[in-house]
């Protein structure tokens, strides 16, 4: 399972960077989501843990993240287990014409259970749809 998505905000990367994992921020953008709290004390370092909880497409998902990479302003990786997925988040920021950054969210991963092989297509259409959508609500917060 892969799914990505890209949209350009008029900012530039070190103010758009912080949006995509910063718990205070990504409860501002991201839909469907119910918790997103972090597990160990700030500043947010690779190691640090994140709860997050969101429904997509009715199905109430539970997750562990694990920031594995993190290198401001331009990329983070977050991986994650739990409700039969295994999978990763990646963020990549760049430069868009000097003076604005391009997003490009990226969720690839797989259904390591019975329950989640069978509900990971729908899963995935929604996630897509999801994508597109956040990164617009994204995209509109950083006018």
């Not at 694990?66 to 990763?88: N, Q, T």
């Not at 797989?110 to 995209?139: C, G, H, W």
Request: charged share 25%.
């Amino acid at each position: 399972m892969r799914c990505e998505s890209t949209t350009t905000v008029a900012r530039p990367p070190a103010e758009v960077f912080p949006w995509l994992i910063e718990p205070d921020k990504v409860r501002q953008w991201m839909t469907g989501l119910e918790r997103y709290e972090p597990l160990d004390p700030a500043p947010l370092t690779i190691g640090s843990r994140i709860r997050q909880e969101l429904v997509v497409s009715g199905q109430h998902l539970k997750f562990e993240l694990h920031l594995v990479r993190l290198e401001p302003p331009s990329a983070a990786e977050l991986r994650f287990e739990g409700s039969g997925f295994k999978a990763a988040n990646e963020y990549t920021v760049t430069s868009a014409d000097g003076t604005g950054a391009v997003v490009t969210w990226v969720i690839s991963g797989e259904a390591t259970s019975f329950k989640a092989k069978l509900i990971a297509p729908m899963v995935q259409a929604k996630l897509e749809e999801k994508l597109d959508t956040d990164l617009v609500r994204l995209r509109a917060l950083l006018v």
